[in-house]
């Protein structure tokens, strides 16, 4: 008979009802001792899902790299808490909500301080730029910033007719519908009109003409460097004849008053305004004031150091740049109030042996006395219209002057300048005018532009 253990072996197994399979359970769970009956009451045994809660929470720790992106499966083990990226997930058991908190991610301590010093500078300089921007858009605006070249459109009706011969040739040519702008020559002398028109603060600025050697030209030269600032210049400009001896600067402008500067003195308490000081001076074309010295020689001399102090003061209450015809001779008291007041100074040097060398021996005196920075930012004005100019190297004379000076202006020959009498700037050679207006550029170059600084 065979054997029934193997029969039933190999007999295919039969299924096995629900039923069986939960008196099994039952029974294979009741062998699991005391605790785990603890953890589920009896009466629940039956059912296992009914006995889970509605919701369950697991707070989970993830660790999120430098980007900040959530992964999409969510690990199911729980670490530690570090100030590390904390993901909860609540579950029910038919859906599951996700919350995520993303906190920056950790960095270095170093790089940490240096990014937040970066985006703390950042935020600054914004702030700061925003301020500005606020300010600038509501701050007002004076009516100097109301100019034509910002208020005018530039067009065919506005735009000003050039000038040179070739310019305005084909200006005209065409019915004025071609406008080349102005020619470079026109165009040099605005930009230095713009340089000569350089603006100052800080009260005025006295610039005086002087020489040891008389009959140089040094009335010349400031009658010149005056005429070519005021027709530039659009501010006051003032030449005051200190001359003890008799100066003759009056005499090269059409005489409109006869008061000189002892009146100036005399009358200083009674002038509180600029057309109280006006009816003392006289007035050229060009707009330059000029305060004559005494004619009577007597008088003359008596001009001295506080009287020339009370003519200052006035002339800077009213005058942006003061020129001072010194006279003959650096010695008189006069001259010493003169450079302490000066912000420049122009040597005047003829083109003889003798003149050179006396003006050279101005800068001498004048460095000897505590004047050296003076003469470095001097200007020497070479008037070549002294006799024996042209058996003279001038050549050599300006490059002994150089070595000890600023800068040298040649002034050329010019009848009108040799009539010594009423000069006319606009009559005056164009070459003339031309230095005139260069040795005017040089001696605003040399002005502090402002004595505040």
Same mark, same amino acid.
């Given at each position: 008979?065979?054997?029934?253990?193997?029969?039933?072996?190999?007999?295919?197994?039969?299924?096995?009802?629900?039923?069986?399979?939960?008196?099994?359970?039952? &029974?294979?769970?009741?062998?699991?001792?005391?605790?785990?009956?603890?953890?589920?009451?009896?009466?629940?045994?039956?059912?296992?899902?009914?006995?889970?809660?509605?919701?369950?929470?697991?707070?989970?720790?993830?660790?999120?790299?430098?980007?900040?992106?959530?992964?999409?499966?969510?690990?199911?083990?729980?670490?530690?808490?570090?100030?590390?990226?904390?993901?909860?997930?609540?579950?029910?058991?038919?859906?599951?909500?996700?919350?995520?908190?993303?906190?920056?991610? #950790?960095?270095?301590?170093?790089?940490?301080?240096?990014?937040?010093?970066?985006?703390?500078?950042?935020?600054?300089?914004?702030?700061?730029?925003?301020?500005?921007?606020?300010?600038?858009?509501?701050?007002?605006?004076?009516?100097?910033?109301?100019?034509?070249?910002?208020?005018?459109?530039?067009?065919?009706?506005?735009?000003?007719?050039?000038?040179?011969?070739?310019?305005?040739?084909?200006?005209?040519?065409?019915?004025?519908?071609?406008?080349?702008?102005?020619?470079?020559?026109?165009?040099?002398?605005?930009?230095?009109?713009?340089?000569?028109?350089?603006?100052?603060?800080?009260?005025?600025?006295?610039?005086?003409?002087?020489?040891?050697? !008389?009959?140089?030209?040094?009335?010349?030269?400031?009658?010149?460097?005056?005429?070519?600032? *005021?027709?530039?210049?659009?501010?006051?400009?003032? *030449?005051?004849?200190?001359?003890?001896?008799? !100066?003759?600067?009056?005499?090269?402008?059409?005489?409109?008053?006869?008061?000189?500067?002892?009146?100036?003195?005399?009358?200083?308490?009674?002038?509180?305004?600029?057309?109280?000081?006006?009816?003392?001076?006289?007035?050229?074309?060009?707009?330059?004031?000029?305060?004559?010295? &005494?004619?009577?020689?007597?008088?003359?001399?008596?001009?001295?150091?506080?009287?020339?102090?009370?003519?200052?003061?006035?002339?800077?209450?009213?005058?942006?740049?003061?020129?001072?015809?010194?006279?003959?001779?650096?010695?008189?008291?006069?001259?010493? *109030?003169?450079?302490?007041?000066?912000?420049?100074?122009?040597?005047?040097?003829?083109?003889?042996?003798?003149?050179?060398?006396?003006?050279?021996?101005?800068?001498?005196?004048?460095?000897?006395?505590?004047?050296?920075?003076?003469?470095?930012?001097?200007?020497?004005?070479?008037?070549? #219209?002294?006799?024996?100019?042209?058996?003279?190297?001038?050549?050599?004379?300006?490059?002994?002057?150089?070595?000890?000076?600023?800068?040298?202006?040649?002034?050329?020959?010019?009848?009108?300048?040799?009539?010594?009498?009423?000069?006319?700037?606009?009559?005056?050679?164009?070459?003339?005018?031309?230095?005139?207006?260069?040795?005017?550029?040089?001696?605003?170059?040399?002005?502090?532009?402002?004595?505040?600084?």
């Amino acid at each position: 008979m065979p054997d029934k253990r193997i029969d039933d072996q190999s007999a295919p197994a039969r299924p096995v009802s629900a039923a069986k399979r939960t008196r099994d359970e039952r &029974d294979s769970l009741d062998t699991r001792g005391d605790d785990y009956h603890s953890e589920l009451p009896p009466h629940t045994i039956d059912n296992l899902a009914a006995s889970l809660p509605e919701s369950l929470s697991v707070p989970i720790e993830v660790t999120v790299g430098p980007r900040r992106s959530v992964a999409a499966a969510v690990r199911p083990a729980s670490l530690p808490s570090n100030g590390i990226e904390t993901t909860r997930i609540m579950s029910t058991p038919a859906t599951h909500t996700v919350e995520i908190s993303t906190p920056a991610p #950790a960095r270095a301590a170093g790089s940490s301080s240096a990014i937040e010093s970066l985006s703390r500078a950042d935020a600054a300089s914004s702030v700061r730029r925003d301020r500005i921007r606020t300010e600038n858009s509501t701050a007002p605006e004076s009516a100097a910033m109301l100019t034509s070249d910002r208020l005018l459109a530039v067009n065919r009706k506005t735009r000003k007719a050039p000038r040179g011969v070739w310019p305005e040739f084909v200006y005209a040519l065409t019915l004025h519908l071609v406008n080349l702008g102005d020619s470079a020559k026109v165009r040099a002398y605005k930009e230095m009109d713009e340089r000569i028109r350089r603006q100052f603060e800080g009260g005025t600025r006295f610039v005086p003409i002087l020489t040891r050697k !008389g009959g140089v030209g040094k009335t010349t030269v400031t009658t010149l460097l005056g005429m070519a600032l *005021a027709d530039a210049r659009d501010d006051r400009i003032i *030449a005051i004849d200190a001359n003890p001896d008799r !100066g003759t600067l009056s005499e090269r402008v059409s005489k409109q008053t006869r008061s000189t500067v002892r009146d100036v003195v005399s009358k200083a308490a009674s002038i509180g305004n600029f057309t109280d000081f006006s009816a003392l001076v006289s007035r050229d074309e060009t707009r330059l004031d000029i305060l004559a010295s &005494d004619t009577d020689p007597l008088l003359s001399e008596a001009f001295d150091e506080n009287d020339y102090n009370v003519v200052a003061d006035l002339a800077a209450r009213y005058y942006s740049i003061a020129l001072t015809d010194c006279g003959t001779g650096i010695v008189h008291s006069v001259m010493r *109030a003169t450079l302490q007041r000066a912000d420049s100074i122009v040597i005047v040097s003829g083109g003889s042996v003798d003149e050179a060398r006396l003006a050279s021996e101005t800068l001498t005196w004048l460095e000897a006395n505590g004047y050296g920075e003076l003469v470095r930012n001097a200007i020497v004005a070479l008037n070549t #219209a002294t006799q024996g100019t042209n058996l003279v190297r001038l050549e050599e004379i300006e490059s002994h002057f150089r070595s000890r000076v600023r800068e040298i202006v040649r002034i050329p020959y010019d009848p009108q300048l040799a009539a010594g009498s009423v000069v006319s700037y606009k009559d005056l050679k164009p070459i003339t005018r031309l230095a005139a207006r260069t040795l005017a550029e040089l001696v605003v170059e040399g002005l502090p532009a402002d004595r505040n600084l």
